[in-house]
């Protein structure tokens, strides 16, 4: 289990190095002269050439380079230009806003997109097959801003169901006592049903819409999976034992199925944290996706690379993850590690 | 060709919506090709008596907070989409191909390389990346189609590597080896041209994510700048007035993208059953 835990923390290595390194070039790449450019407009060469030697720009590139990690390993990510508040902290109190519409999303595409997927294998052929097909494949088409934009409209502004699509919660809500960021999780702790009933409304539209986006690598790898299992020997001869069509669907089928749609779950989550930045900009909603695209409307540089690396270390762990989970679930796996 | 032709049509009569999805695709052809030509309107001509409009027989997509029409700057933007969306391919091609033969053929170091870099861009989620990428770059077009060809390079790259390495020792290779051809030969003129319809089926494959993912660029403000006409932005504009009813400014730009990607999913899916009937699912 400690082997287990170690071999896959050891893979995960050479990913934060590629990723640390590319979000160091992609700072240094940035159009014209840093340092000009933090200087602002009026500034004379003097100030430029202090800021320059302040942000360490006129060193070599490799002790740029150790600087950057060490400023990483201090968690020092720059401040912002336009709040002048240090990008750690901004992201950190985003974080949980960002977690929570991505989280739900994904239990959103879960639950529409491997009972579909199931049906589709265990009726192939019929309308729910050629209905899973059309879902899948109208689902990666959907631009997921355009999708948001169509269900607000739809559910706001003609038939008034959902709330305005503004923030997270009821501008004459307030939020629930703050214990983990999630208001979810925070108004059923503190048994707030008005909270959390608020909270669940705005969360709604923005979460389908990015399910409906990421669900179409869940259902179709269940559906090939499940195709794949109740073709082999030992569903036939469960079938000929005599067992209920129940017990050979889900004890027998789909635990085995299950495991290689769990390996899908890294594709999903990069097509999760990509949409969740639009769909945070369609929704106005809080999270770090939003932060990033308001700094790029305004060029401030730095929180939209501590969102990128922010974004891409999150995706390393959740990924490292699954990887894990696939382990305990799948005891082959574990005895060839 | 002939069997090749045969075989098409009985793909195209066995699954019709592939026929449906080449229709389409022709049809945003001509958008791209003739389509200033053909716009009723000039897509850049404001007309504040006009703003506003809900669709009507002279305006049938209706006209935008400016008073430009709809109709005129959804058709014009099909060459501006289609054309990143196209340059982003063929460069993720030409990069992830060449390196991706590569690295199956001579293995060792090269593929080492290549992998690590592949594995190193799978590591981020990719719209993320493409973003950091064009905020680094500086906002330009251009910048957008480099940051959609650096996202899909892992793609192209593993494959092609996974078919270069398969061919490596098969006995046409080992012939063109044993009459005398470099190994640079070899692999430019005999594994390169075999990969290439698995290669065609890939780019397909990735035209619609790429049109997709260079929208979605622009809806976020990277890229084309207003009040240059493209898909995104044009939704993006729309955005601000959905709240107050006028649908149709984000409504007509946003289906015309969703129908572009969509028909070049169902291209792609069409265009591997006719090529690779072994990748059908």
Same mark, same amino acid.
């Given at each position: 289990m400690l082997n287990l835990l170690l071999s896959r923390l050891a893979t995960a290595i050479p990913s934060i190095v590629g990723v640390v390194v590319v979000t160091f070039m992609l700072t240094r790449l940035l159009p014209g002269d840093p340092a000009a450019y933090f200087a602002g407009l009026a500034a004379s060469p003097q100030a430029i050439a202090e800021i320059r030697h302040n942000l360490g720009l006129d060193k070599s590139l490799p002790e740029q380079f150790v600087a950057y990690v060490g400023d990483l390993l201090h968690g020092n990510l720059g401040n912002s230009l336009s709040t002048g508040q240090p990008v750690v902290a901004e992201i950190a109190t985003r974080l949980p806003a960002s977690a929570e519409l991505t989280l739900f999303a994904l239990i959103v595409a879960v639950a529409i997109a491997i009972p579909l997927g199931v049906l589709a294998a265990v009726k192939q052929g019929t309308w729910i097959d050629h209905l899973c097909r059309v879902v899948t494949t109208a689902g990666v088409s959907l631009p997921v801003f355009f999708t948001g934009l169509l269900f607000a409209y739809v559910f706001y502004y003609l038939l008034q169901w959902a709330?305005?699509?503004?923030?997270?919660?009821?501008?004459?809500?307030?939020?629930?006592?703050?214990?983990?960021?999630?208001?979810?999780?925070?108004?059923?702790?503190?048994?707030?049903?008005?909270?959390?009933?608020?909270?669940?409304?705005?969360?709604?539209?923005?979460?389908?819409?990015?399910?409906?986006?990421?669900?179409?690598?869940?259902?179709?790898?269940?559906?090939?999976?499940?195709?794949?299992?109740?073709?082999?020997?030992?569903?036939?001869?469960?079938?000929?034992?005599?067992?209920?069509?129940?017990?050979?669907?889900?004890?027998?089928?789909?635990?085995?199925?299950?495991?290689?749609?769990?390996?899908?779950?890294?594709?999903?989550?990069?097509?999760?944290?990509?949409?969740?930045?639009?769909?945070?900009?369609?929704?106005?909603?809080?999270?770090?996706?939003?932060?990033?695209?308001?700094?790029?409307?305004?060029?401030?540089?730095?929180?939209?690379?501590?969102?990128?690396?922010?974004?891409?270390?999150?995706?390393?762990?959740?990924?490292?993850?699954?990887?894990?989970?696939?382990?305990?679930?799948?005891?082959?796996?574990?005895?060839?590690s | 060709m002939l069997p090749l032709l045969r075989h098409a049509r009985y793909v195209l009569s066995e699954n019709p919506v592939t026929g449906l999805a080449f229709g389409l695709f022709a049809l945003f052809l001509i958008a791209a090709i003739f389509g200033p030509v053909l716009a009723p309107?000039?897509?850049?001509?404001?007309?504040? *008596?006009?703003? @506003?409009?809900?669709?009507? /027989?002279?305006?049938?997509?209706?006209?935008?907070?400016?008073?430009?029409?709809?109709?005129?700057?959804?058709?014009? *933007?099909?060459? @501006?989409?289609?054309?990143? /969306?196209?340059?982003?391919?063929i460069l993720a091609f030409m990069l992830g191909a060449l390196s991706g033969v590569a690295a199956g053929y001579f293995g060792g170091w090269t593929d080492r390389i290549v992998g690590r870099l592949a594995d190193t861009i799978m590591a981020f989620p990719l719209f993320v990346l493409a973003m950091g990428i064009v905020a680094a770059l500086g906002n330009e077009v251009i910048n957008i189609v480099i940051a959609t060809a650096i996202i899909n390079f892992p793609l192209y790259a593993r494959v092609a590597r996974a078919e270069a390495n398969v061919r490596r020792d098969a006995g046409f290779v080992e012939a063109a080896r044993l009459s005398g051809n470099g190994e640079t030969r070899v692999l430019l003129g005999h594994v390169l041209p075999n990969i290439m319809p698995i290669m065609m089926v890939q780019m397909s494959l990735t035209m619609g994510y790429a049109i997709l993912n260079a929208a979605g660029l622009s809806f976020i403000g990277l890229g084309v700048r207003p009040p240059d006409a493209e898909w995104?932005?044009?939704?993006?504009?729309?955005?601000?007035?959905?709240?107050?009813?006028?649908?149709?400014?984000?409504?007509?730009?946003?289906?015309?993208?969703?129908?572009?990607?969509?028909?070049?999913?169902?291209?792609?899916?069409?265009?591997?059953?006719?090529?690779?009937?072994?990748?059908?699912t």
């Open positions: 709330p305005a699509p503004t923030g997270r919660i009821d501008v004459f809500l307030s939020p629930p006592t703050h214990i983990t960021g999630f208001y979810l999780i925070d108004s059923a702790l503190t048994g707030n049903l008005e909270a959390f009933w608020g909270a669940l409304r705005q969360l709604a539209l923005p979460a389908i819409s990015m399910a409906i986006f990421s669900l179409a690598p869940l259902a179709r790898m269940t559906r090939g999976s499940m195709l794949a299992v109740l073709g082999s020997d030992f569903i036939r001869t469960a079938r000929a034992s005599g067992l209920s069509p129940r017990t050979v669907i889900f004890t027998y089928a789909f635990r085995n199925a299950v495991l290689p749609v769990i390996t899908t779950l890294g594709m999903v989550f990069s097509f999760l944290l990509g949409a969740n930045v639009l769909v945070e900009t369609v929704f106005a909603w809080p999270g770090i996706g939003l932060y990033a695209v308001n700094a790029l409307i305004t060029s401030d540089y730095a929180p939209v690379q501590g969102f990128v690396l922010t974004m891409a270390i999150l995706y390393v762990a959740l990924n490292l993850t699954i990887d894990f989970v696939y382990g305990l679930v799948d005891p082959r796996v574990r005895l060839d | 309107y000039n897509p850049l001509q404001s007309n504040a *008596a006009m703003a @506003l409009k809900p669709p009507s /027989a002279a305006h049938w997509f209706g006209t935008d907070q400016l008073g430009r029409d709809i109709f005129s700057r959804v058709l014009v *933007a099909t060459r @501006l989409d289609l054309t990143i /969306a196209f340059a982003s391919v995104g932005i044009m939704v993006a504009e729309g955005a601000n007035f959905i709240q107050s009813g006028e649908w149709w400014i984000a409504l007509f730009p946003g289906a015309t993208l969703m129908l572009a990607v969509f028909c070049f999913n169902l291209l792609g899916d069409g265009l591997r059953d006719i090529i690779d009937p072994r990748m059908r």
